[in-house]
C-alpha cells in the first residue's frame, strides 16, 4: 500500500519563509509532485523530483530524500496569495498517482 | 492550458438515479484519473486508466465504474447515486516521456450533490 503524511495545517507571515513537510511510505517510487490548490478550484502543478536533491523554481523549492522517503516544500517570500492547500503526490511505476490529504497554508499580515 | 475538459460542472440528482461525469481531453495523454474531493480526506483515487480499454480500481471504488471506449473520454458513472457520493469530483490526466511520467493536469472538476 502506500502512505503519504503532510501537516494538516500551517500558519506563516507575509514575506517570510515556510517549509512544508511530506513522508511517503510506497511500494517503489518514481517521483513526487507537489500542487497547489486555492479553495474552490482545481490543483494546479508546482514541482516535481524524481531524484535526490533541490528543485528551485522562484520562490518555491522542492527537495527530496528518496532513502528517508521525504520531500519538503519551501516558499519564500510569502504572499497572502499563497494561501492555498498544498498537495503531495507519489507516483510509483505499478501504482497510479495517490495524494496526501493536503496543508492547507494561512498567510498572514 | 492542458486540454481537459469535465461536463457536467454542476449536478443535483436524486438518491438512486444513475449518474454519468464525463472528462474529455485533447492532449492524448495515456493516463486517466477520476478522484473525489472531500473535507478532511484530500484527493482521493475513485478509478484510473492507463489506456483504451485499461482501467483498474482505486482506493474508494464501491459504487463507482468507469469507461474508457477511446484515448480523449473517460467516463465515471455512479449507477445509483446515494448521499455519501455527494462531492467533487476531479479527472486528472497524466502523460509519460522519455520513460517518466510529466505532471498531472486537473479538469476544473464537478460539484455533485445527491439528495
Given at each position: 500500500g502506500q502512505n503519504i503524511d503532510q501537516p494538516t495545517e500551517m500558519t506563516a507571515t507575509e514575506g517570510a519563509i515556510v517549509q512544508i513537510n511530506c513522508t511517503y511510505q510506497t511500494s517503489g517510487f518514481n517521483g513526487l509532485f507537489w500542487y497547489q490548490q486555492h479553495a474552490g478550484e482545481a490543483p494546479t502543478f508546482l514541482s516535481y523530483n524524481v531524484l535526490d536533491g533541490l528543485e528551485e523554481k522562484g520562490r518555491f523549492s522542492s527537495f527530496l530524500s528518496r532513502s528517508k522517503g521525504y520531500s519538503y516544500l519551501l516558499l519564500k517570500e510569502?504572499?497572502?496569495?499563497?494561501s492555498a492547500s498544498y498537495l503531495c503526490a507519489v507516483f510509483s511505476g505499478n501504482t497510479p498517482l495517490v495524494f496526501g490529504k493536503g496543508t492547507r497554508l494561512s498567510v498572514i499580515a | 492550458d492542458a486540454g481537459i475538459t469535465q461536463s457536467p460542472r454542476h449536478k443535483v440528482t436524486e438518491t438512486g438515479t444513475p449518474v454519468t461525469l464525463r472528462c474529455h481531453q485533447?492532449?492524448?495523454?495515456?493516463y486517466m484519473y477520476w478522484y473525489r474531493q472531500d473535507p478532511g480526506h484530500g484527493l482521493r483515487l475513485i478509478h484510473y486508466s492507463y489506456g483504451v480499454k485499461d482501467t483498474d480500481k482505486g482506493?474508494?471504488?464501491?459504487g463507482y465504474s468507469v469507461s474508457r471506449s477511446k484515448t480523449e473520454d473517460f467516463l465515471l458513472t455512479l449507477e445509483s447515486a446515494t448521499s455519501s457520493q455527494t462531492s467533487v469530483y476531479f479527472c486528472a490526466i497524466q502523460s509519460q516521456s522519455g520513460g517518466m511520467n510529466t505532471e498531472a493536469f486537473f479538469g476544473q472538476g464537478t460539484r455533485l450533490t445527491v439528495v
Amino acid at each position: 500500500g502506500q502512505n503519504i503524511d503532510q501537516p494538516t495545517e500551517m500558519t506563516a507571515t507575509e514575506g517570510a519563509i515556510v517549509q512544508i513537510n511530506c513522508t511517503y511510505q510506497t511500494s517503489g517510487f518514481n517521483g513526487l509532485f507537489w500542487y497547489q490548490q486555492h479553495a474552490g478550484e482545481a490543483p494546479t502543478f508546482l514541482s516535481y523530483n524524481v531524484l535526490d536533491g533541490l528543485e528551485e523554481k522562484g520562490r518555491f523549492s522542492s527537495f527530496l530524500s528518496r532513502s528517508k522517503g521525504y520531500s519538503y516544500l519551501l516558499l519564500k517570500e510569502l504572499q497572502m496569495k499563497d494561501s492555498a492547500s498544498y498537495l503531495c503526490a507519489v507516483f510509483s511505476g505499478n501504482t497510479p498517482l495517490v495524494f496526501g490529504k493536503g496543508t492547507r497554508l494561512s498567510v498572514i499580515a | 492550458d492542458a486540454g481537459i475538459t469535465q461536463s457536467p460542472r454542476h449536478k443535483v440528482t436524486e438518491t438512486g438515479t444513475p449518474v454519468t461525469l464525463r472528462c474529455h481531453q485533447t492532449e492524448n495523454h495515456r493516463y486517466m484519473y477520476w478522484y473525489r474531493q472531500d473535507p478532511g480526506h484530500g484527493l482521493r483515487l475513485i478509478h484510473y486508466s492507463y489506456g483504451v480499454k485499461d482501467t483498474d480500481k482505486g482506493e474508494v471504488s464501491d459504487g463507482y465504474s468507469v469507461s474508457r471506449s477511446k484515448t480523449e473520454d473517460f467516463l465515471l458513472t455512479l449507477e445509483s447515486a446515494t448521499s455519501s457520493q455527494t462531492s467533487v469530483y476531479f479527472c486528472a490526466i497524466q502523460s509519460q516521456s522519455g520513460g517518466m511520467n510529466t505532471e498531472a493536469f486537473f479538469g476544473q472538476g464537478t460539484r455533485l450533490t445527491v439528495v
